[in-house]
């Protein structure tokens, strides 16, 4: 199985660079491993929705970040991998409170790498969503 | 085939009053009609991405919200209405532009709406993104 | 917009010539036209399920050979693109009787090709299901 | 977590009663565990194709069924529940060989259960297929 070669401190960093508006000093990236990587999105006020939940888009948000983070670590720097699909299934309704996004590569190929995102809380009975995405690489030399 | 019950005025103002933060006083509702409403979400510089394209967030979160907005525009004001999924393939790279949703229903049944919706961007030849999305309806009485 | 390069019949005998048991002397190819093409198969006792319904799996099967149909018709013989994926939303419960597919290129890349496929019934009032679909293809010289 | 109340015998036979078809004598339903179910389709002919490689179409229905069975064994015999969703990614090309399906339930709601099934096959260094689906589950007393 592939191992990582950026720690999640560099992924970090190189997604602050890259990508300022997208971490809003906000998701953190909390580990990396072999195929996986875990991200924290802190609870934040404006995604709250009416009845107290959270809202969709931030889930789905999180998920596309985790996913482009585990493909970083372990590709490198290649900034132009873009997402080609993401599929979401919304399971339970969230608390507000912190989510917290486990990425797992299930193929990692030379033109497309396909994962799945489980989106969790900590004491909910079950994932909170559930994410599989597609995204394109760039031809590498 | 079901006829709106709400207007695109209607549905922003209710839209507005419930979910002030996803309006964020830039999606405008341009029209609904039988099945159907169509957005557009103004260009904004924080959904900006280096090479000069929009983020994949910034069109899932629209497309889940016309998706909100054609379900309500014919059920009316079922506030708790929730998305259990949303897929989403993204087609072309677009410019630094607005862009505009397309939601058409594919099917209003009483637990379940299911709608497709098209991104497009003026000048692009063909559609940025496609989506499926479905809802889950509350019961009504 | 891309035209056709194959003909219905060109593409069925094709078709025949390298799946022979997916059409299963079945599914007819009733056109092709520019981005698109109309797929019928016949009613069979064997994807019938009880309660008088058509099984998925055989609106799957032709949704995804409709969309091979629409990628050859317009690449020529390709025989090695493969489906990367393919998300189905059953809508009405079909009746026993033939099902339509009409497949739509959303997307006809270099290498991925994105496309719908709605099926139908004569005297239904709405889509059976809807599918969308990506296909890879091989580098062409 | 749910504990199943029927055995992997019991849930074949039911599914061998309402379903003849679809068994077509060939799948196996090898074990059922909590949230889990495992399948197996041996080998056979008809599945193979160009390449020297099985049909997407018979993965797919495999992981159609294995949902099916997963759900039957966690709420009893309910005929009626459709699947609404199947989004599928074809991650390796399979070996002409037996596939196995693993499925889990990811929520088993009151109106909906979604679950993902993990396609494998022996010697294979990674999934063949990756599933998630959606099923509606009719109102029960």
């Keep these: 199985m592939p191992e990582p070669i950026m720690t999640a401190a ?9 990508f ?3 971490r809003e000093g ?8 072999p195929m996986t990587a875990t991200l924290r999105l802190p609870f934040m006020e404006r995604n709250l929705r ?7 888009p931030s889930m789905m948000a999180l998920a ?3 996913m482009y983070a585990v493909i970083l670590a372990h590709i490198g720097k290649v900034a132009l991998a873009v997402t080609t ?11 507000p409170a912190d989510i917290v996004a486990e990425a797992r590569l299930l193929k990692l190929g030379r033109r497309l790498a ?3 995102v ?5 004491g909910l009975d079950g994932p909170v969503a559930h994410v599989t995405s597609t995204y394109s690489i760039p031809p590498r030399n």
Tied chains: 1, 2, 3, 4.
């Design 10 to 18: 560099e992924v970090g960093a190189y997604l602050d660079d890259v």
């Design 114 to 116: 396909v994962g799945e």
């Design 64 to 66: 596309d970040y985790a």
């Design 118 to 122: 489980t989106i969790t809380q900590a």
């Design 85 to 95: 699909n993401l599929n979401i299934n919304f399971l339970r309704k969230p608390e």
């Design 26 to 33: 906000s998701t953190i990236i909390e580990a990396v491993g």
């Design 20 to 22: 300022p508006q997208v």
């Design 50 to 56: 009416p009845g107290g939940t959270l809202s969709g």
